[in-house]
């Protein structure tokens, strides 16, 4: 089954210490995000990676960093989390492609930093 | 860069009813138009989606359309359902590589 994978689902954490949410899709997709959604803000891009070993700042990167190395994972850490990247996070991901085609999400990770 | 409005925030109709929800984009070369549903508790899922080069895509009860010359693209339900109830989302791109931006989205409520 076609499939893009977060861990965790859900993350209580404080304020300072390092964590890491998983992601991994199953597609061979080139094209992977992560997304932060924010009540009445939408879904904002903060990192996308076109390859492996590329990646690039989305709208929102402050405060997270990203690798790409491996085409399946892409990991999104915060090295010192503060109570502002409380959140929902998705993970995405699609194929590199001359039209646009669809983006899969993950099934999401709710984050909360105390 | 690339910016996205979407209209209304909150949407409250009649089951059976129609639903429109409008979207404006400020990038002329977005040539990429996908709608995504979320229900409460899950991840985005694209319900329907639109190319430039067409003017109306129509799947079921839902319908996309698009006005390039004034940058707005629109979503259509018809025969609304409770469990038509969820956030919808826009969003554009200029395909290939591009990013997708996203609207800030709409959260609508079909009343039985």
């Known amino acids: 089954e076609a499939q893009v994978t977060q861990n965790p689902r859900y993350l209580i954490t404080v304020t300072g210490k390092k964590l890491t949410v998983t992601c991994s899709q199953n597609?061979?997709?080139?094209?992977m995000s992560w997304y932060r959604q924010d009540p009445g803000l939408g879904l904002r891009q903060i990192y996308y990676s076109m390859n492996v070993e590329v990646t690039d700042k989305g709208d929102v990167p402050e405060g997270y960093k990203v690798s790409r190395k491996e085409k399946r994972n892409f990991p999104l850490i915060l090295e010192s989390p503060s109570p502002n990247q409380t959140s929902l996070y998705f993970c995405?991901?699609?194929?590199?492609?001359?039209?646009?085609?669809?983006?899969?999400f993950g099934a999401g990770t709710r984050l909360s930093v105390l | 860069g690339e910016n996205v409005e979407q209209h209304p925030s909150t949407l409250s109709v009649q089951e059976g009813d129609s639903a429109v929800i409008k979207c404006t984009y400020s990038?002329?070369?977005?040539?990429?138009f996908p709608w995504y549903k979320q229900e409460l508790g899950k991840r985005p899922q694209l319900i329907i989606d639109i190319r430039s080069n067409v003017g109306e895509k129509k799947d079921q009860r839902i319908a996309v359309t698009l006005n390039k010359t004034a940058k707005h693209f629109s979503l259509h339900i018809t025969e609304t359902q409770p469990e038509d109830s969820a956030v919808y989302f826009c969003?554009?791109?200029?395909?290939?590589?591009?990013?997708?931006?996203f609207g800030t989205g709409t959260r609508l409520q079909v009343f039985p």
């Open positions: 597609m061979n997709h080139e094209y």
């Open positions: 995405a991901s699609r194929p590199y492609s001359n039209t646009a085609d669809i983006q899969y």
């Open positions: 969003a554009a791109s200029r395909g290939n590589t591009d990013k997708l931006i």
């Open positions: 990038d002329s070369a977005s040539n990429y």
